[in-house]
């Protein structure tokens, strides 16, 4: 059975979850237009990603006999001046993420409630890759600047994501190579 304190707080942190599937989907939009479609094809399945981490909390709500109460979900931002500032959004949203699950982790804490602080642990290690790929891509760009080559180059890499056969998580991490 949950407190109501830290039901509250799942419930929270399922929006923001839903809400980072938001802005990923935005930002596949985003570089759609811009002509780059390995981003775009990479931001969707992030944005696909996000929503399977609103899920595990969902599911996990409704195992310890909890209440899952949906709000409504902000506007996303749905332009952004360059691919870089695009990326840039998305680690530091990534970052604030990370702040919102190591406070839910402290009141897990605080509730003494281990069954959720154990489940929580699957996010803080989600989001140190999370951080680490946002952070790889970021820098990429930032190194070639605005060498056109070289982002066709990146949105070849990205569109790898997910390609048939492919280990997803492994083509994330050779871009942080
Ligand atoms: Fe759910 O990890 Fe990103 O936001």
């Known amino acids: 059975m949950l407190k109501e304190s830290v039901e509250d707080a799942l419930n929270e942190q399922i929006n923001a979850e839903l809400y980072s599937s938001y802005v990923y989907l935005s930002m596949a939009a985003y570089y759609e237009g811009e002509g780059l479609p390995g981003f775009a094809s990479w931001m969707r399945s992030q944005s696909d990603e996000e929503h399977e981490h609103a899920m595990r909390l969902y599911e996990f709500v409704h195992d310890r006999d909890g209440r899952v ?96 056969g492919a280990d997803d998580e492994a083509e994330v991490g050779e871009l942080g190579e």
């Open 69 to 164: 109460t949906l709000s409504g979900i902000d506007s996303p931002p749905t332009e952004w001046s360059s691919p870089a500032d695009a990326f840039e959004t998305a680690y530091e949203h990534e970052v604030e993420i990370t702040e919102m699950i190591d406070d839910l982790v402290a009141l897990a804490r605080e509730a003494n409630d281990n069954a959720t602080e154990n489940m929580l642990q699957w996010f803080v290690a989600e989001q140190v890759e999370e951080e680490a790929t946002a952070q790889a891509i970021l820098d990429k760009l930032k190194h070639v600047g605005d060498d056109g080559p070289g982002l066709l180059m990146i949105d070849q890499e990205l569109g790898q994501r997910g390609s048939e």
